[in-house]
């Protein structure tokens, strides 16, 4: 069956251009996350939807982040006035039931973002 | 959430059992043990978890010690698509707070050699 799906899977964005990231989590997933994955780091949390309510952005880095998902299916996760610091991969992750925890998150192929 | 260590590296032979240690003293009696693996330029993909009890799936086994504060993840014939980064993660069980997040840490890179 479809996985989570990301797109576009690179982008290159010069400092201070904004860049929107799209993920498509698997049908039917209630729980939606946002990762960032700097090199050679695990992945840190940004932010969690349940359905089109986003319930955390505590991991958001600052309010250049901004997400969205107001269908409660495809989420975009926006950064305006890009920074060099903000090069990474953003991972999206979806899974199935938000309140037991042994909910694994399936997550997508990332969408590695370059800034110059 | 607690936090756990685990080597930087190990390689393995292929075919051979690889054993890979994670260490979690400050486990709570709440906190499950996952574990995710990420292959080169794809997101982390689920392996298992556990509480108490060792486990198997069709992936690998997990075995976590008697009190809880290590545990290792074996692939019981490793082949060269096993080479990855392997993170450990414990994570309070059921609804509240913030359990729903997975803190990962810097993993072990696995390398499975032919």
């Known amino acids: 069956g479809a996985g989570v799906s990301q797109s576009p899977r690179y982008k290159v964005a010069k400092r201070g251009q904004d860049v929107a990231l799209r993920c498509d989590p698997i049908?039917?997933?209630?729980?939606l996350f946002w990762y960032q994955q700097a090199l050679g780091q695990g992945p840190e949390f940004l932010t969690y939807?349940?359905?089109?309510?986003?319930?955390?952005k505590s991991g958001l880095p600052s309010d250049r982040f901004f997400a969205e998902r107001p269908e409660g299916s495809v989420s975009t996760l926006k950064i305006q006035r890009t920074q060099q610091e903000d090069s990474a991969v953003y991972l999206c992750?979806?899974?199935?039931?938000?309140?037991?925890?042994?909910?694994?998150?399936?997550f997508g192929p990332g969408t590695r973002l370059t800034v110059l | 959430d607690a936090k756990t260590t685990q080597p930087t590296s190990m390689d393995c032979a292929e075919g051979r059992a690889a054993n890979l240690p994670c260490n979690h003293s400050?486990?709570?009696?709440?906190?499950?043990v996952y574990w995710y693996r990420q292959i080169h330029s794809q997101g982390p993909q689920y392996i298992i978890h556990?509480?108490?009890n060792n486990e198997t799936n069709e992936m690998a086994s997990l075995i976590i010690t008697e009190d809880r504060k290590s545990s290792t993840l074996i692939l019981p014939h490793a082949t060269l698509r096993d080479t990855a980064v392997y993170y450990c993660?414990?994570?309070?069980?059921?609804?509240?707070?913030?359990?729903?997040?997975?803190?990962f840490g810097k993993g072990t890179l696995l390398t499975v050699n032919p």
């Open positions: 992750a979806s899974s199935l039931v938000r309140d037991r925890a042994y909910n694994e998150q399936f």
């Open positions: 049908s039917g997933h209630v729980s």
């Open positions: 400050t486990i709570s009696g709440n906190e499950y």
């Open positions: 939807f349940q359905n089109e309510a986003q319930l955390d």
């Open positions: 993660i414990v994570r309070v069980a059921g609804s509240g707070g913030s359990n729903y997040k997975l803190t």
């Open positions: 556990g509480l108490k």
